[in-house]
């Protein structure tokens, strides 16, 4: 397979299309040789609507399983009664058959290679599980862990799932998560990654009223103005999502904190 020389990296879209939109619009992305999609791309407010948007992209996007779109998937076919996230068995009862075989069909990783970069892997949460957590603070060993199995030929590794984009090294592999572009944790804004022959993590403005307007007229989930205000208007911080997620990656919680839920 030739070099690509640019990637657009989108992650977690959570189906909010007015950020999905957004971000499709910059002129680098739309340049992108590739628009890869490390997954959670459905489980949210405009799952139909987002899932159409992206199939009409065709063979320039790349697609990967997040542990969302599998859930949902599980849920529609009977192998689950609940998902964690709320909206999630909402948003599930929305798609079609043809949006659920999609889902059903997409890969855990790829790897592409990259000008400037190598081999790259792309995959969800980690190279080996689409739901366990990594994070830009943790431990050398747990990324030792998570990193283990990987080709030694591959020197970044691109993921998503915690919402929060950094770029760090973990024994001499590059890391990129490129944030969430529906439902960003630490600031506003759809978060996403141009790769090649760089990283350059990227945020695109998304007018917060508009998009809550938006989804409050265009969604029918029964709490869409409470997400949309929660996740659009004033998402949780970096050091909620951190303390949130932090237990999941085999830290201590701090002591008598309270954090908001992160999904």
């Known amino acids: 397979?030739?070099?690509?020389?640019?990637?657009?990296?989108?992650?977690?879209?959570?189906?909010?299309?007015?950020?999905l939109e957004a971000v499709l619009d910059e002129p680098d992305v739309r340049a992108a040789d590739r628009i890869v999609l490390t997954g959670d791309?459905?489980?949210?407010?405009?799952?139909?609507?987002?899932?159409?948007?992206?199939?009409?992209?065709?063979?320039?996007?790349?697609?990967?399983?997040?542990?969302?779109?599998r859930e949902l998937v599980e849920y529609r076919r009977g192998q689950r009664d609940a998902i964690p996230d709320p909206i999630a068995p909402w948003?599930?009862?929305?798609?079609?058959?043809?949006?659920?075989?999609?889902?059903?069909?997409?890969?855990?990783?790829?790897?592409l290679p990259l000008d400037g970069l190598g081999e790259v892997l792309f995959c969800h949460?980690?190279?080996?599980?689409?739901?366990?957590?990594?994070?830009?603070?943790?431990?050398?060993?747990?990324?030792?862990?998570v990193l283990a199995g990987v080709d030694p030929a591959v020197?970044?590794?691109?993921?998503?799932?915690?919402?929060?984009?950094?770029?760090?090294l973990a024994h001499g592999r590059l890391v990129v998560n490129p944030g969430s572009v529906g439902m960003p944790y630490g600031r506003p804004g759809a978060?996403?990654?141009?790769?090649?022959?760089?990283?350059a993590l990227r945020t695109t403005d998304v007018d917060a009223d508009a998009a809550v307007a938006r989804l409050t007229g265009d969604s029918a989930y029964p709490g869409i103005a409470g997400w949309a205000d929660a996740y659009l208007r004033t998402?949780?911080?970096?050091?909620?999502?951190?303390?949130?997620?932090?237990?999941?990656?085999?830290?201590?919680?701090?002591?008598?904190?309270?954090?908001?839920?992160?999904?």
Do not use: K, Y
């Not at 970096?238 to 908001?260: H, I, K, N, S």
């Open 1 to 19: 397979m030739p070099n690509h020389r640019t990637v657009a990296v989108l992650s977690d879209v959570h189906g909010v299309l007015p950020a």
């Open 41 to 69: 791309i459905a489980a949210g407010p405009q799952p139909a609507e987002v899932l159409d948007l992206l199939t009409g992209l065709g063979d320039r996007a790349l697609w990967i399983a997040g542990n969302a779109d």
């Open 91 to 111: 948003a599930a009862e929305q798609l079609r058959e043809d949006h659920l075989d999609l889902l059903a069909a997409l890969p855990l990783s790829l790897t």
């Open 125 to 145: 949460a980690t190279p080996r599980d689409d739901e366990e957590t990594v994070l830009v603070d943790s431990r050398p060993d747990r990324w030792q862990e």
């Open 155 to 168: 020197r970044t590794v691109v993921l998503g799932h915690t919402h929060m984009p950094f770029v760090r």
């Open 191 to 199: 978060h996403w990654a141009l790769l090649g022959p760089g990283v």
């Open 235 to 263: 998402p949780p911080t970096d050091a909620d999502a951190l303390a949130a997620f932090g237990p999941r990656d085999g830290r201590t919680a701090p002591p008598d904190r309270e954090t908001r839920t992160c999904h």
